[in-house]
């Protein structure tokens, strides 16, 4: 297996695993709104159908294993995308991930990248505060992190995270710990809702041109702040 592959297959495994992490933390301290009843909250048009091609790039969803889908479904993600681009003009291969969480706006607490890739071997070299200019000029702020597997199996792993919360975008978790985020979304409403968006790659130019590429396409199947969701054309 070439070694930029075998490196965004690693940093695939981790990405889940930061996901699943994070929810167990989440669950103990928070009641399962599931199990009462609560529904899930659709997107007027589902992640799954942000294209495939796209600026350049082609996109294969990547298959996770069912009961790790089920528990992500059960306990904070409405809707999710899971699927890997390769842009073969440049020589780019990066693996991009949205997780929509409605029914429970703040399911999402406790995924954080320099949090729970450490949790699953990885070593957190560094987490920076910046900034990706979109294809359309506007100015996403976004964290960097880079992570490394130690010896004998070296590699490394950059991710670009950020949040959206209601359609505002954010990097900080503090967008959504209140007492209102916390509790469910009793009404139903696809637009009271946190959605963390990740780009994965072994190298930086990579996440960095597959998010100029693609973050306004997909910013468009969430709801903004005026909850207009561009990809349902209202």
Not at 18 to 27: C, D, E, H, I, S
Not at 32 to 39: E, S, V
Not at 99 to 109: E, F, H, T
Not at 174 to 197: E, H, K, M, S, W
Request: charged share 20%; hydrophobic share 40%.
């Amino acid at each position: 297996m070439p070694e930029d592959r075998r490196q965004m297959v690693l940093a695939t495994i981790a990405a889940v695993a930061v996901l699943v992490a994070g929810g167990l933390a989440y669950r103990v301290v928070e009641p399962r709104w599931r199990g009462t009843g609560q529904k899930v909250i659709r997107l007027p048009v589902p992640l799954g159908d942000f294209p495939t091609e796209i600026a350049g790039w082609t996109g294969q969803d990547m298959q996770i294993p069912q009961t790790t889908e089920q528990y992500m479904r059960q306990n904070f993600a409405d809707d999710f995308l899971s699927r890997r681009y390769l842009n073969k003009d440049k020589g780019m291969l990066v693996d991009l991930y949205a997780v929509y969480c409605a029914s429970r706006p703040a399911g999402i607490l406790g995924h954080r990248p320099g949090v729970c890739y450490p949790a699953h071997g990885w070593i957190h070299d560094q987490t920076l505060n910046t900034e990706v200019v979109t294809s359309s000029g506007r100015r996403i702020p976004c964290l960097l992190h880079r992570f490394h597997m130690p010896l004998p199996n070296y590699q490394e792993v950059v991710v670009l995270s950020f949040y959206v919360v209601n359609g505002q975008i954010t990097t900080h978790e503090q967008a959504f710990t209140g007492l209102i985020d916390r509790g469910p979304n009793i009404d139903g409403d696809p637009a009271r809702y946190v959605a963390q968006v990740q780009v994965s790659s072994g190298f930086e130019s990579a996440v960095r041109q597959a998010a100029a590429d693609m973050v306004d396409s997909l910013l468009g199947y969430l709801p903004d702040a005026s909850g207009q969701v561009k990809a349902a054309g209202r």
